[in-house]
C-alpha cells in the first residue's frame, strides 16, 4: 500500500539542496531519475529557478516535495523476494503518477530510492508553472486528487492499496 506524504518547501535556496539529496547515488540508479519538463539531471537546479525569475517568482515556496512510499511486501514474489524489475515498476509509477497531475505545468523531478525496507519515490517540483507563472496551490482537494490518483495507479500494477484511510489522511 503506498503511503504519500508531503514535505515541507518554504526554505529560499533550498531547491539545489532537496535535488542533491534526492539524487544522491547511495539512495537511487540514474536510470532511476527522470525530469518531466525539465533535465533528470542536476541541471533541472538551473532550469527551474530561471523559470522563477522569470516570472519574477524568487521568493515564499520555492518547491513542493512529495514522498510516495511502498509497502515492503509491495514487488515482492509469494517467497518474499524483491521482484527483478521492483524498482524500475516504482519508478514507472512514480513517473506517472507526476506527469498525469504536475506535468502539464510543472517543472518535476522523480526520484525512485532503494536505500530502505521499502522502495519509496521523491517527487520535486517547482511550484512556479513553467506556462504561466501561477504558483501551485496545494489544498486539501489536491491532496486528495493526488491520493485517488496514486491508489488508481497501485491497483492497476497489481499492490495493494489502503481500504479505509485513517484520520491523518487529509479527507
Known sequence: MAIIKAVSGKNKGSIARV??????????DLKLITGINCEGSTDCIQQMKMTKAMYKKEGGRQY???VLSFHPDDFKDENGNLLANAA???HEIGVRLAQELYGDRFEVIVSTHLDRDHIHNHFFFNSTSFVDGKRFCNTKKDYRELRKKSDELCKEYGLSVIQ??????QK
Open 164 to 169: 479505509n484511510p485513517g484520520k491523518g489522511s
Open 88 to 90: 524500475e515498476k516504482a
Open 19 to 28: 535535488i542533491h539529496y534526492i539524487m544522491k547515488k547511495e539512495k537511487t
Open 64 to 66: 513542493k516535495h512529495y
